[in-house]
């Protein structure tokens, strides 16, 4: 098993920027993929961003350019720096660690985002 804790989260206001972490614990496999999901009230949770164990990187096209996806393989942290915050990006955003050993979520941090 793995757990997962994120930190980071708050309120600012448009145009500012937020640093996201999870830290992982456990029994974490050395090769994996971490993300970032968000999921706003009312909506489906989504893609942010992903990174392999390799740093090869995805991001939702909403994100691109302005959220920068990181890891510290070493510290098994996983980072998120977000920029240009927008008030649509406001959602609770949830780290996920996916290796053969199986898919754990962290319990969430919320962003809050005003104009």
């Known amino acids: 098993q793995a757990q997962l804790e994120e930190s980071g989260g708050g309120l600012v206001q448009a145009g500012e920027s937020l640093r996201l972490s999870c830290t992982a614990s456990?029994?974490?496999?050395?090769?994996?993929?971490m993300g970032w999901y968000r999921q706003a009230p009312g909506k489906q949770r989504e893609l942010v961003a992903t990174i392999t164990s390799f740093a090869l990187t995805n991001y939702a096209s909403s994100v691109k350019g302005r959220f920068t996806i990181s890891r510290d393989n070493a510290k098994n942290t996983l980072y998120l720096q977000m920029n240009n915050l927008k008030p649509e990006d406001t959602a609770a955003y949830y780290c996920r660690l996916l290796s053969p050993r199986g898919n754990y979520w962290g319990q969430g941090t919320q962003v809050t985002v005003s104009s």
């Open positions: 456990g029994d974490i496999f050395s090769i994996n993929t």
